[in-house]
């Protein structure tokens, strides 16, 4: 499971001294289940997700990742995980299969292990039929695939998946949410951070409502709707953040 207290992550700024990009969150995900972090854009949700994925360290406050304390076991939480995050690059002069025969490597598998790792990725996203081409010719949807293929190569317990169709198509964007849950129903804990309604209602068991860095609200869908009064998770979502007249809700609307 992945469980947060408090956690804090505060930036200095020349011009307007400390910034605190995500101010006490608190949460648990569990293993089976997909955790949904909501918010609009800048609300902190990559920050929290690269601080449970030990890319950047905590301002203060605790977290553990399957087990593992996040600041103290840092290599026992990334060997845990899969982090998935269109502002990920893949190698362009690497091939699809190349890159993920790479990254294969620094996970530490090798021999027959990697093949069938290899086998398994490359059946489950389709990538056969770009498997030999250079990361930098694929389109759009395909990096995608090869990111996930990526992602999930070491078939870690917990996934972390960031703005996970940011820029897909509807069609490419239907087979994420698939995979995103399978990997759910195959026992995973999953974490996805995003700003797309329809997304949340179909994904998420829970759900953590993020807005200026502050976990705002917390429950499913159902419990949002009842615990603000409205019908729509879009008008209890605005009713969290403190929507007000000329403010617009990326992914609101």
């Known amino acids: 499971m992945v469980r947060t207290h408090e956690l ?16 006490g969150v608190s949460f648990e995900a569990h293993p089976g289940r997909i955790l949904g972090l909501l918010g609009v854009n ?55 299969r190349e890159l993920i025969e790479y990254f294969g490597g620094l996970y530490g598998l090798e021999g027959e292990r990697l093949r069938d790792r290899m086998k398994y990725v490359s059946d489950k ?17 395909q990096k995608q695939r090869v990111n996930i293929a990526r992602t999930i190569l070491h078939d870690p317990p917990v996934l ?26 195959n026992g995973k804990t999953v974490v996805v951070s995003t700003h797309i309604m329809s997304e949340v209602e179909r994904l998420c068991d829970e759900i953590v409502v993020i807005h200026d860095g502050v976990a705002k609200g917390s429950g499913t869908v159902a ?30 609307a």
Do not use: W
């Open 8 to 23: 804090k992550k505060y930036f200095r700024d020349s011009k307007h001294g400390e910034k605190k990009a995500v101010d």
């Open 42 to 96: 800048g609300a902190g949700k990559t920050t929290t997700l690269r601080m449970l994925s030990t890319v950047i360290k905590a301002t203060s406050g605790t977290a553990t990742v399957a087990g593992y304390d996040v600041a103290k076991d840092p290599q026992k939480v990334r060997a845990s995980i899969g982090f998935m995050s269109t502002s990920t690059s893949l190698y362009g002069r690497l091939t699809s």
């Open 125 to 141: 996203l389709q990538l056969d039929e770009f498997a030999d081409r250079l990361c930098d010719k694929l389109s759009t949807g």
């Open 160 to 185: 972390f998946f960031d703005e996970p169709t940011a820029g897909l198509d509807v069609v490419t964007s239907q087979s994420v949410m698939e995979f995103i849950e399978e990997a759910r129903d």
């Open 223 to 252: 419990n949002l709707k009842q615990s603000t009064g409205q019908q729509s998770l879009e008008k209890a979502f605005l009713a969290l953040v403190g929507f007000q007249s000329g403010y617009h809700a990326a992914g609101a």
